[in-house]
């Protein structure tokens, strides 16, 4: 058995529930601040041209750009307004092939000059350092208008999102303090997390730690001798805010200790 197979599902018990892929999109564009902005090169015509990209996000998930006249993208937009952003999953430190990403698809067009002092406004909220040359005149702020979407969830989870789901989603409610949540179970509540995984999750567990939670539950990571596994633990409602995660995994770990006394 492969040391990273998935565990057996539980009889009768139905999967957790999880956001949509639209809603994990939306998330992890939302958490990003960078990725790689591939063109269609005018110098070798064809070609893709990946450049590094700076981006914020528009209402509707739409990727904002601050661009120089100057820059080898720029030139090739001028000719093909064609072209894909891709943004991988934001601090993640294990197997790269595991984490999230999103291929944004669209074109890119100038942002009109009526749009340009909210743009600038949502753009330097996320990259102040831009403020040094956000009003160059050779600069200038562009949109990439979404036409699809491919998303990677990791192993086995990926499939295509249409732009329209992806502009109605929103980023996870809990996007902003997920990682701080994890942090916290993961450093100072170990013990908890393996009880939660060992009853809750009926699996077989030395260590357990999380690794990703949203409004609608969490994953943990479990080691049971050499082997590794997942699994996906729902909240037993969904949860908007820090505290409301708080409360309810004090309410999961009681169910638990109260399932090992009966």
Known sequence: MSRHASPPPIPDVPPPPEPTFAERARTLVYLG??????????????HPFGSLMP?????????LCLISTLAMHT????????????????????DPLAAGRVTLMGEVWRVPEAERAATRERYLARHPNAGYWVD??????????????????????MDWVSAEEYRAARPDPLADVAAGIIEHMNRDHPDALLSLAQVLARAPADEASMVSVDRLGFKLRIRSGQRLHSVRLPFPRAVRTAEEARGAL????????????R
């Open 33 to 46: 601040r960078t990725g790689t902005l591939s063109t269609l090169s005018v110098k070798h015509p064809g």
């Open 75 to 94: 030139q090739n937009l001028q000719a093909d307004r064609r072209a894909s952003l891709l943004v991988t999953q934001h601090g993640w430190a294990g």
């Open 55 to 63: 981006y914020a996000l528009d209402e509707q998930g739409h990727p």
């Open 136 to 157: 160059f005149e050779d600069f200038s702020f562009h949109r990439l208008e979404v036409t699809d979407v491919y998303f990677v969830g990791g192993f086995a989870a």
């Open 250 to 261: 004090i309410e999961m770990l009681s169910e638990a200790r109260q399932r090992v006394t």
